[in-house]
Each structure stands twice: as C-alpha cells, then as structure tokens.
C-alpha cells in the first residue's frame, strides 16, 4: 500500500454508546415558595407520626408513608404535574419516531425523606417500579468541608466497566447529585443508589417518588388476549 493520506470521515456520526442508561436532572425555576409548602406539610406529617417510621433505606432521619401524591394540597398537586411532565418528555425522548402515536399512562407511589446531621440512606434500588424520581425541597446546610455531605450517589451496576478505563470521561461509573431545592432527578428503578450522611445544619428534605409506565395497546383489544386464572388456597 501507497502512504496515502486516509479518507476523512465524520467519526462523531460513527460513534454512539450502546446499552445506554436514561436519566434526567432538570432545575425547576420559581420554586421557592412550593417548596416551603412542601416543607411544612411533610415537617407537619413527621410531627404528627408517632411510629417513628424508618421503614425504607434511611439510616436515622425520617421516610413518610407512600401515596404522598395522592394529597389534594396545591403544592403537592403542581409537584405531581412536574414529574409527570419529566416522566412524558423523557418518554417522548425514548421512544422511536416511526409515526405512530402512543398514548402512555403513569402510576406514581411517592414519600418524603426526612434527613439530619447524621443520617443516610444506604444503597438500595426500588424494586417493582420503572422509573425513578427524586426531588429536592431543602438542601439544609450542609458541612462543605466534609466530602459527599448528603449528596445521592448513582452506581453503575456494570462492575465490569471499572476493570480497566480511561480515566474522566463520560463514562465515568459514579454519578454524584448535588442537592438543590427544585431540582428533579429521573433514573431507572434499577440503578442502585444511597446517599452519603448528611453533615450539617437543618433539614435536607426530598420527595422520592416511583413512576411504573403503562402504554395503552391499541391495536389490541381484550378479547385478543388469553386470560389465565388461577386460584389458590
Ligand atoms: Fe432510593
């Protein structure tokens, strides 16, 4: 072979990821005083609960009962129209654009987390559930000189990546998410997750919430489908 110089090709429309993990962080504007709704009704809901509930991942701190969205307050009800805005536009990002229209429906399960100097979560995944949604209401004052103060921690579940890499590049396996009032974070149920003690003043609060996806089929129609019942005792 001749050193002639190589043909040039657009290597950026050659190169994609593949088994690519969706995830959404958007900052909602003009939240503040939603927010403070939100903090007072859940800093009301843990005063009012004398179980002392810790029945999720938290280490210390406190974890509201589910169904938090199902509230008629207007806080909680423009909260719910927020995540169910991110949760359609990243589906509307997902799906193929082949022309058809999908009509998709969402069933939320939601409860706040109460957390203090002192308290974490520890790495979990939220089993029976598609998405993810965390958002933030109070960041409390965290310790900056300690490191991952109260920040949320997304592990990647590919051990194999960290075998060997380059080192920082968007591949990174450790997604760390900075706590900040109005801010909302979307990831699959599956990505195991914690959040590194809090070391600070005041109330970190966030709302977690599930999200599972139901798309109407319409081109089926129930009578199409074979129905298995089954009894037991
Ligand atoms: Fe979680």
Redesign the pocket.
Known sequence: MTEEALPTIDFQQSISTMFGTPFVSVDWPDVEEMNQQIYDLVAAEEQSDDQGRGIR?NAGGWQSRGNLLMRSDPCIVRLKQMMETTIFELLGALVRKDGSERTFTLLFDSWANVCRNGNY?VV?S?PNAMY?IVYYVSSGEPDESIPYSGMLELLDPREATTFIQVTNTILDARMFITNRPGRMVVFPSWVK?MVHPFVGNGVRISI?CNVNVVEEVRTSRPQDFEVAKSSRR
């Open positions: 991942s979560n979990h939220h993810s997750h977690a």
